[in-house]
């Protein structure tokens, strides 16, 4: 009287079971393996899914370069600022962000603190005190 599931696999042809990837099989027989639908896909199905993603990718693949076109002209035009291009040279929590050579003023970055180390008059530092 019990009720036994049912089973749904498929069997490897070309390869052995493990050498499979995500992406090998269709969607679609993926979809009625895992029981997500109820009948298994027919070959005109999956054919015209595949065509179907294609279309779909060469159609975004058009309007990206038609965008970028678009932000170019734009840029030309002056109608639109071009992105800034941003330098990191270091990280907040370095004792010595930012800075190649000792400094006569103290610096504190996140939870460290360098003391200004001194410089003799004339040095060529531009702070005058």
């Given at each position: 009287?019990?009720?036994i599931p049912e089973r749904r696999f498929v069997e490897a042809m070309n390869r052995q079971a493990y050498q499979y990837e995500m992406g090998?099989?269709?969607t679609e027989w993926e979809a009625?393996?895992?029981k997500k639908?109820?009948?298994p896909p027919t070959i005109e199905e999956i054919l015209k899914n595949e065509n179907y993603r294609e279309e779909m990718k060469q159609k975004i693949k058009d309007v990206s370069e038609k965008d970028k076109l678009l932000q170019a002209k734009e840029y030309?035009?002056?109608l639109v600022a071009e992105p800034v291009h941003t330098q990191v040279k270091g990280h907040?929590?370095?004792p010595?962000?930012?800075k190649k050579e000792p400094s006569p003023d103290p610096t504190s970055t996140a939870s460290t603190f360098q003391p200004g180390s001194w410089m003799p008059p004339g040095s060529g530092s531009g702070h005058n005190k």
């Open positions: 009287g019990q009720i090998d099989f269709p009625w393996i895992r639908r109820n009948d030309e035009e002056g907040a929590s370095a010595y962000y930012g």
